[in-house]
């Protein structure tokens, strides 16, 4: 089956927690052979934190026009997200090589060869990362200081997309893997709806799921989103989790933060063994939440909620690089055609005429099943935007 692609050609006819509390020293140290050109092992920093970063350059004189690769959010079992090594970070690099395109993937702050602490980060200090991995790959010897752009996959996708709308005198382009157009809380309970439906669960249960998940984001916030749909879903049903936990968010009461904290603990444990809370991934979320001391948690959701609004209508109507999203029709995680939409509308309202959509039929959130494919999509766009 083919794929179904929109563009949109300028005038020159160039070419085509989240749910758990969200929560420049440079150097080469090494080169070794890469199986395209060569790999050189380098640092650079970002706020307090030194990322190790592996920085595969084509082969040839250069300079190049050059990638940064950014991983999507962690492994649902450790919060913990790609670095150097991943699989698709690695296989980016060695493709890209051989287009005439330096790669620098590089390892998340304490993950691999680099310090600082693991875990969830907000996509804010996300966005301002990934741009200090471009400011260093500016002043490599080998690449074109003002032809990099950034790829991404999944949540990436909105720090590149926020980089690109604060940076455009730096971001030259971005790629987007399976981006959702629609904001972070939005995401989360469609990611929680659509997978609970696609795992047998029943319609009863999917709704406990969805009003649970619709709880967990609300818990986090100042100003609840979801009380009014999750009010009338709950009152429907007799699960007494459901109703504690409802009664904790909508109606806490005098309790100081960390008694009302601790109820949330006592809750969140119960719910796990519950059938339709497979999806909500709990297992990972309580003990996260388990190791937080009582006094950080106002500070923690301050920061979560930051996270959980973040809407890409706030930031993608000023993306005007060149860009290039592709999607899975089957997507259970965000929804494609949706997304797919607001893209098109809100780049339409950025003035942005240099925009490629590209959604593969039959495949959901990993387009692996694609790949021949979406490489010669990347190379064809790539080429057009930088021919060599």
């Known amino acids: 089956m083919n794929p179904t692609e929109s563009?949109?050609?300028?005038?020159?006819?160039?070419?085509t927690f989240v749910i758990a509390l969200l929560l420049l020293t440079t150097g080469v140290e090494s080169a070794v052979s890469a199986t395209s050109g060569t790999e050189e092992v380098v640092s650079f920093q970002s706020g307090a934190n030194a990322l190790r970063g592996v920085l595969t350059l084509s082969e040839g004189a250069g300079?190049?026009?050059?990638?940064?690769?950014?991983?999507?959010?962690?492994d649902p079992s450790t919060g913990i997200r790609d670095g150097v090594p991943g699989n698709i970070h690695v296989e980016h690099a060695q493709r890209l090589a051989r287009d005439g395109y330096a790669v620098l993937r590089y390892d998340p702050p304490g993950v691999g060869g680099s310090t600082g602490?693991?875990?969830?980060?907000?996509?804010?200090?996300r966005a301002e990362e990934a741009m200090s991995a471009l400011h260093w790959l500016q002043s490599h010897r080998a690449v074109q200081a003002n032809s990099i752009g950034l790829l991404a996959n999944s949540q990436g996708a909105w720090v590149i997309q926020m980089a690109a709308a604060r940076y455009p005198r730096d971001v030259a382009f971005?790629?987007?893997l399976s981006g959702s157009g629609v904001s972070v809380a939005e995401q989360q309970v469609y990611g929680i709806e659509m997978q609970s439906r696609a795992g047998g669960l029943s319609e009863e249960e999917v709704r406990k799921a969805v009003?649970?998940?619709?709880?967990?984001?609300?818990?986090q916030l100042a100003s609840a989103m979801f009380k009014d749909v999750v009010t009338t879903d709950v009152a429907r049903s007799a699960d007494g989790v459901l109703r504690r936990f409802m009664q904790l968010v909508y109606e806490p009461g005098n309790e100081s933060s960390a008694d009302a904290f601790k109820k949330a603990l006592d809750i969140l444990r119960a719910a796990t063994g519950e059938p339709w809370a497979r999806?909500?991934?709990?297992g990972m979320v309580v003990p996260q939440l388990e190791a937080i001391p009582p006094d950080q948690v106002p500070l923690l959701k301050k920061e979560a909620e930051k996270s959980l609004r973040v809407d890409p209508k706030d930031f993608l109507v000023n993306v005007r690089c060149p860009l290039l999203a592709f999607f899975g029709a089957a997507d259970t995680l965000q929804p494609t055609e949706r997304s797919a939409a607001l893209y098109r509308e809100y780049l339409t309202k950025?003035?942005?005429?240099?925009?490629?959509i590209v959604v593969f039929p039959g495949t959901g959130h990993s387009i692996e099943g694609y790949w021949p494919m979406y490489w010669e999509r990347i190379s064809v766009w790539l080429s057009h935007l930088h021919p060599q």
């Open 174 to 176: 971005i790629i987007t």
């Open 211 to 219: 009003a649970f998940g619709r709880l967990l984001i609300d818990w």
């Open 279 to 282: 999806y909500l991934y709990l």
């Open 350 to 356: 950025a003035g942005n005429a240099d925009y490629t």
């Open 7 to 15: 563009r949109s050609l300028g005038a020159r006819q160039r070419r």
């Open 63 to 74: 300079p190049f026009p050059a990638v940064v690769l950014i991983s999507g959010s962690g």
């Open 117 to 125: 602490v693991p875990g969830f980060e907000s996509l804010e200090s």
